[in-house]
């Protein structure tokens, strides 16, 4: 890949920068996929054990993570963002936590007097970042061709244990699991419409035994077997005071809405939410008020 340009081709990149008018190819899309099949994989960005992101490619996110910040760091300043093009569903190159990464614009302020931020989603790692607007820069020709690395991703036969959504110790203890390290999978189902996978996670561990994460967390009672979804659907419906408008509401909020910045981007920040705002607000699609008392 040249990584010298000489001049930045501005009509090329603002014609395929809008989202909804061209689509960069996706790494769920070139994948062979084959149910019952173990994949080596790295886990991105973890809302909860029903929605996260991995990445198949590990080797490759990294070289490529490397061209991106070698070239932008050189030719970064040709590529800076005009105010005046900046929109919603634009692909972009932002700087934060001191690298370069490629992303698309999920909100953007009416505004630009008011708020100069904007959020952006790092598509090749499955996050949601608030920057500065002067930290956004054009997607550089080349890097429209290159597909997105991070692919959905939901943990399969798991179920919050006691609760209708995941909790954040959940989380965390499943990110302390999961985070950090190539881990085994076993593909078990795929939505091909959402490119979502469904999928078991194996830790390999000494003498090459492979340790189910499915099975960690149902065993410290962090998370139960969907075959008991039935009865705990009842216990849920009677004890607390916010009905689920739908069936699995720990599958909610969607992947599409946490892309797109609709909802808060970790379960921490929601928990801490609730203690002042509703359930049935902060996610009116999936909560109802009950009046009852928990």
């Given at each position: 890949?040249n990584?010298?340009?000489n001049k930045?081709?501005l009509?090329y990149?603002?014609?395929?920068s809008d989202?909804?008018?061209?689509k ?9 996929w084959?149910i ?6 790295r886990?991105?960005h973890?809302y ?5 992101w991995?990445v198949?490619?590990?080797?490759e996110?990294d070289?490529f993570q490397?061209?991106?910040?070698d ?14 093009n900046m ?9 934060v936590d001191?690298?370069?990464?490629r ?6 302020p009416d505004?630009?007097?008011?708020e ?7 598509f090749d790692?499955?996050?949601?970042t608030v ?8 997607l550089?020709?080349k890097?429209?061709?290159i597909?997105?690395?991070?692919v ?11 609760k209708?959504m995941?909790k954040y110790?959940?989380v965390?203890?499943?990110s302390?699991l999961v ?18 996978v469904?999928i ?6 000494e003498f090459?035994?492979?340790?189910d994460v499915?099975?960690?967390l149902?065993s410290?009672?962090l ?7 039935a009865?705990?659907e009842i ?9 689920p408008?739908t069936k699995y ?11 797109s ?13 609730w ?6 607000v902060?996610?009116r699609p ?8 928990n």
């Amino acid at each position: 890949m040249n990584s010298t340009p000489n001049k930045i081709n501005l009509n090329y990149i603002l014609s395929h920068s809008d989202q909804t008018k061209y689509k960069i190819p996706h790494c769920y899309d070139r994948q062979q996929w084959k149910i019952g099949e173990t994949y080596r994989i790295r886990v991105g960005h973890i809302y909860d054990p029903s929605k996260f992101w991995i990445v198949f490619k590990e080797r490759e996110l990294d070289i490529f993570q490397k061209f991106v910040n070698d070239f932008y760091k050189k030719h970064g300043g040709k590529y800076k963002m005009d105010l005046n093009n900046m929109a919603k569903n634009m692909y972009c190159v932002v700087y934060v936590d001191k690298a370069f990464y490629r992303g698309l614009i999920a909100n953007i302020p009416d505004n630009f007097t008011e708020e100069k931020k904007a959020y952006i989603f790092l598509f090749d790692y499955g996050c949601v970042t608030v920057t500065s607007l002067d930290h956004l820069y054009y997607l550089y020709e080349k890097l429209f061709h290159i597909p997105q690395f991070a692919v959905r991703a939901s943990l399969s036969h798991v179920q919050p244990y006691d609760k209708t959504m995941w909790k954040y110790s959940v989380v965390k203890r499943f990110s302390e699991l999961v985070s950090a390290k190539v881990l085994l999978c076993v593909l078990e189902c795929t939505n091909p419409n959402r490119k979502i996978v469904e999928i078991s996670i194996g830790d390999v561990r000494e003498f090459s035994s492979v340790i189910d994460v499915g099975d960690i967390l149902i065993s410290e009672k962090l998370a139960k077997s969907v075959i008991s979804r039935a009865n705990h659907e009842i216990k849920e419906k009677i004890k607390t005071r916010y009905v689920p408008k739908t069936k699995y509401p720990h599958l909610f909020p969607s992947f599409e809405a946490i892309e797109s910045g609709m909802v808060p981007p970790c379960v921490h920040t929601t928990e801490l939410l609730w203690q002042c705002i509703a359930r049935d607000v902060l996610f009116r699609p999936y909560f109802a008020y009950n009046g009852v008392e928990n």
